[in-house]
């Protein structure tokens, strides 16, 4: 019996899970907390808990992780330069530490504007060899023509054998500068990704698995090994991209909409046929614009993380993510000690962090710069156990300013009341400690002047109401989740009605359904195994290769050529037919041949081919053809050894 394993490294969870390659099935699956910033010890104990005997007749491993979206959103990635040919612009808010703009670049024909200084480029290159791992390349039009970067990456290379990513191997979308942003980002993640994906190669033979391993991407596609090292950016949001894949493989449904409510946020997507809809621009990440295809999502920071804290007798659910009170006081049993004990602040106090049942810890990180006085006095005060706001300003009045400044250097962490805490109280959910959760729900409602239940049907409700509001925003694009809160809230007499079933993902989310339900009319659905639906999408996300071929009438004094632009070809025909012919055989070659390199069943690739023409009025030809071919492939589960 021959199976395939699926692990997702989320914000708070490590899921496992293997599935029997023989018919599809579920055999065993596994939640761990994840472990970060070191996400080997997590994976390790989700692994551990899956029945063993599995793990030899495992041929394939996919993994999705958090990994390229933390280093980007925490600017911990590897020193890069960036390099730049033609007529740049730069953003006066951009904050790229390292760059060059060199002369030269192409014009949207392909043909070169400014001839490449090259010696500007050498001198900029041998300067910076030494303070950098790698470069980041970028020229005007390249998706046009990529010579000019071609020529930049083959000096490097010469000159220092680093890596070099270029933007014209990451996207074919115009956008000189976002696509310089994306080779940048690229560049800053290969050395953590190649070391990460070492290292749980490392641990596969550890545990004797011999197996192909794959990644998902932020389209919802797996890549193999190799091209995931190359390209690493394409692998931010892949937790939400496995989420949805999974929740499509879970329901069995082809064309369905996805809440996934997890620890930090709850994020809302779509698969259409089978694909996932994608986002028109590229994802945006830490403020970066980047040229990446990824999902198309509406993200709320509502989570089953997100701490409930209370401001003018009224409960405040997140937007900051907490350890949740029974997840800590499983940990540490003293947290029950110190919740009965707590008083509650005046009000003039009370704030996101001066709360009765708010707590903070060490993260486990050490500083990576000197910390001001301030910082540190707070900093020396924490240790390997809960301390309240009391504890930590013991002599004075506080003054969390400093407090705040840690909890953004993820140096520490809260701890706090949570969606997943009333869960608890209303015994829908008890995976934790529910003594802690029912202490402090029974303070937080005194302050509300509600019983504890009654506090925490009202958190619930609140809950449901956010990820109803968002999935509507989703579906309704320009119609602003104010709106949609005053149909729900409101007496109009009126409910939402979908006409595609909708797919709730998440630990908890089986608590939810039943409120879903009295909200929209819509067939709502709680898969199998949906607390480690991330897992299984991770595993079984199709191969998935767009290819984007553009055909140009382009004028050239009294002469008219017609231009294909091709990754990596630009050909020149005398009509336009011959060029379509050509472009639509190339389009499919391209397609096949990527799948057959990324060890994806060729025999088994569909390929879906949509056509958009430009013309001018009474033009009898179009100006501009832009062919797009998607090819969906399946990965083979074999693996030579």
């Given amino acids: 019996m021959q199976y395939s394993m699926g692990i997702d490294a989320g914000g708070t969870y490590t899921d496992s899970v293997i599935i029997r390659d023989s018919d599809g099935e579920i055999v065993d699956s596994n939640k761990a907390l994840t472990t970060y910033p070191n996400l080997l010890e997590g994976i390790k104990n989700s692994l551990e808990g899956l029945d063993q005997s599995y793990l030899e007749d495992v041929k394939l491993v996919s993994l999705s992780t958090t990994l390229s979206t933390n280093t980007i959103l925490e600017s911990t990635g590897y020193p890069v330069a960036l390099i730049m040919a033609g007529d740049y612009l730069i953003p006066d808010t951009h904050s790229i530490t390292n760059y060059f703009i060199a002369e030269g670049g192409h014009g949207p024909n392909g043909e070169e504007t400014r001839p490449l200084d090259l010696d500007g480029v050498k001198d900029y290159v041998l300067q910076n060899k030494d303070k950098v791992s790698a470069f980041a390349v970028s020229s005007y039009f390249s998706i046009r023509n990529p010579d000019h970067e071609l020529q930049i990456k083959e000096l490097i290379k010469d000159l220092t054998g680093l890596p070099v990513v270029c933007g014209h191997e990451l996207s074919q979308d115009l956008g000189a500068y976002n696509r310089g942003i994306t080779a940048y980002l690229n560049a800053q993640l290969i050395p953590i990704t190649d070391h990460f994906i070492e290292t749980i190669i490392n641990e596969m033979e550890r545990r004797h698995i011999k197996a192909r391993v794959l990644m998902l991407k932020c389209d919802g596609s797996v890549v193999g090994i190799d091209e995931a090292k190359e390209k690493p950016i394409e692998s931010i949001f892949s937790g ?45 990440v830490g403020g970066w614009q980047t040229k990446v295809k990824a999902i198309r999502m509406e993200t709320s920071a509502m989570g089953g993380d997100s701490h409930i804290w209370i401001k003018n007798q009224r409960p405040n659910i997140g937007p900051r993510r907490v350890i949740p009170l029974c997840v800590a006081a499983s940990k540490y049993p003293e947290l029950i000690d110190k919740l009965k ?152 007499h009126t409910k939402f009605k979908l006409d595609v079933p909708v797919v709730l993902l998440g630990g908890p989310v089986r608590a939810y359904v039943d409120d879903v339900r009295e909200i929209i009319d819509a067939e709502i659905i709680l898969p199998e195994h949906s607390e480690v639906g991330n897992a299984v999408g991770a595993l079984v996300g199709k191969g998935i290769k767009r290819i984007e071929i553009l055909i140009k009438n382009v004028r050239k004094r009294t002469k008219a050529n017609i231009t294909m632009f091709a990754p990596g070809e630009i050909k020149v025909f005398m009509t336009h037919l011959e060029a379509f012919e050509y472009a639509d055989n190339l389009g499919r070659e391209l397609v096949l041949s990527y799948m057959g390199e990324s060890g994806l069943n060729a025999g088994d690739v569909r390929i879906e081919v949509t056509r958009n023409d430009i013309a001018m009025h009474g033009d009898s030809l179009p100006i501009e053809t832009k062919l797009v071919f998607v090819g969906i492939g399946t990965p083979k589960r074999e693996v030579n050894i």
Avoid at 275 to 280: A, N, R, V
Avoid at 364 to 385: A, C, H, V, W, Y
Wanted: with cysteine; hydrophobic share 40%; net charge negative.
């Fill in 240 to 284: 939400p991209a496995a989420s949805l894949v999974g929740a499509a493989y879970l329901s069995g449904s082809k064309t369905c909409a996805v809440i996934d409510v997890g620890g930090t946020s709850t994020d809302v997507s779509m698969m259409s046929n089978e694909l996932p809809e994608l986002c028109d621009e590229g994802a945006i």
């Fill in 341 to 492: 004990l707590a008083r509650i602040p005046s009000r003039m106090l009370l704030s996101e962090n001066i709360q009765p049942t708010k707590y903070f810890i060490r993260s486990g990180r050490e500083p990576q710069n000197e910390l001001s006085p301030s910082e540190k006095e707070i900093f020396d005060k924490m240790g390997d156990t809960p301390v309240s706001i009391s504890e930590i300003f013991i002599d004075r009045l506080p003054s969390p300013v400093f407090l705040d400044i840690l909890i953004q250097k993820r140096l520490i962490q809260g701890i706090g009341f949570t969606p997943t805490d009333a869960l608890h109280v209303l015994g829908e959910y008890t995976e934790w400690n529910s003594e802690a959760s029912n202490i402090a729900a029974k303070t937080l409602g005194r302050m509300t002047h509600q019983s504890k239940i009654e506090f925490c049907q009202t958190v619930k409700k609140e809950v449901v109401k956010n990820m109803v509001i968002y999935l509507m925003s989703y579906l309704l694009e320009n119609v602003h989740p104010d709106e949609i809160r005053k149909v729900i809230e409101g007496n109009s």
